[in-house]
């Protein structure tokens, strides 16, 4: 069954926490892309990676951290320095030189 | 920074009704895409249209893409309950190469009453 998984679905961070979103694909895609969600807005790019060890800061990078050891693999930490973290977290992926995303289901991070 | 701006933000009809959405983006692109999201969930991608092209169909959906006003539409005919979710133009900026980044409008939420 092919996808891109995303675990938790819910997630919940004690304040000065870092807390880290796990995103698998088994797609055999190259790019991955994260993106935050906020209620009834759009979805604003936060890192992206095109190739294994390679990634780039979205426009909203700050207080994330990312990495990209394996192609099936991009998680994100979300760090203590993220002062606004409670959102929606959306993982996509992309074949090779691929116009679509394909997403995961989300996880919804929620501060104690 | 977001491209697209999306009009209505709501709208809620009646089952069988046509429901029409609007995205206006504000700089060049290659392609501009629609995605939906139920509530909750992940986005699924609807229809793809490239700069080239004016207007494309896929089922129940049309979209016409107008590169001088810079905006697009999205028109849903014989909506069904199902039809119910938000939905999301994307674009995909001129110059951008082959990061394959995407610009995600706001959203319209729509609501199909059966």
């Known amino acids: 069954d092919g996808g891109i998984t995303q675990s938790p679905k819910y997630l919940f961070r004690k304040e000065g926490q870092n807390v880290t979103l796990s995103c698998e694909q088994n797609?055999?895609?190259?790019?991955m892309y994260w993106y935050r969600q906020d209620p009834g807005q759009g979805l604003r790019l936060i890192y992206y990676?095109?190739?294994?060890?390679?990634?780039q800061k979205g426009d909203i990078a700050e207080g994330y951290s990312v990495s990209r050891e394996k192609k099936e693999s991009f998680p994100l930490t979300v760090t203590s320095a993220q002062k606004n973290p409670t959102a929606f977290y959306l993982c996509a992926s992309r074949l090779g030189n691929g116009e679509t995303q394909y997403f995961g289901p989300g996880t919804r991070l929620l501060v104690l | 920074s977001q491209q697209g701006e999306e009009d209505p933000q709501a709208l809620s009809i009646q089952e069988g009704e046509n429901a029409t959405m609007n995205c206006s983006y504000k700089t060049s692109i290659n392609n501009l895409q629609w995605y939906r999201q139920n509530s909750g969930r992940g986005l699924v991608h609807l229809i793809l249209i490239r700069s080239n092209e004016r207007e494309k169909h896929s089922g129940r959906l049309r979209v016409t893409l107008d590169t001088s006003k810079k905006s697009s539409s999205l028109l849903i005919t014989a909506s069904r309950a199902a039809d119910t979710a938000s939905y999301f133009c994307?674009?995909?900026?001129?110059?951008?190469?082959?990061?394959?980044?995407?610009?995600f409008g706001q959203g319209t939420t729509l609501q199909v009453k059966p």
């Open positions: 797609l055999n895609h190259d790019a």
């Open positions: 990676s095109q190739i294994v060890n390679d990634f």
């Open positions: 994307a674009t995909s900026q001129y110059g951008s190469g082959n990061t394959g980044k995407l610009i």
